[in-house]
Nanobody
């Protein structure tokens, strides 16, 4: 089993910054991807950023250059630094961990991020 706990959401003005953190516990492998999804009201969940099994980072086009994902393999943590935030970044952000071998995905409880204009 895997447990994911997020923190760091909140309210920020447009142009500001927030940092999300996710702590993973349980049966974690450094070879499995971890990342962040988000879901805005009335919209589908979308992948924001992921650190792949090859340790490369990939981003949603709309956040490239503004968001940075980082993973600490020793501590089993995953951070998302969000800069130059926009109102359209408002959403619930979810940390996830994907076990490639079992094809099972684990989710955190979600953290609300609100960007005001």
């Amino acid at each position: 089993q895997v447990q994911l706990v997020e923190s760091g959401g909140g309210l920020v003005q447009a142009g500001g910054s927030l940092r999300l953190a996710c702590v993973a516990s349980g049966n974690i492998s450094n070879f499995n991807p971890m990342g962040w999804y988000r879901q805005a009201p009335g919209k589908s969940r979308e992948l924001v950023a992921v650190v792949s099994s090859g340790r490369t980072a990939n981003y949603l086009d709309s956040v490239k250059g503004r968001f940075t994902i980082s993973r600490d393999y020793a501590k089993n943590t995953l951070d998302l630094q969000m800069n130059s935030m926009k109102t359209e970044d408002t959403a619930v952000y979810y940390c996830y961990y994907a076990n490639i071998a079992t094809m099972r995905t684990y989710w955190g409880q979600g953290t609300q991020v609100t960007v005001s204009s």
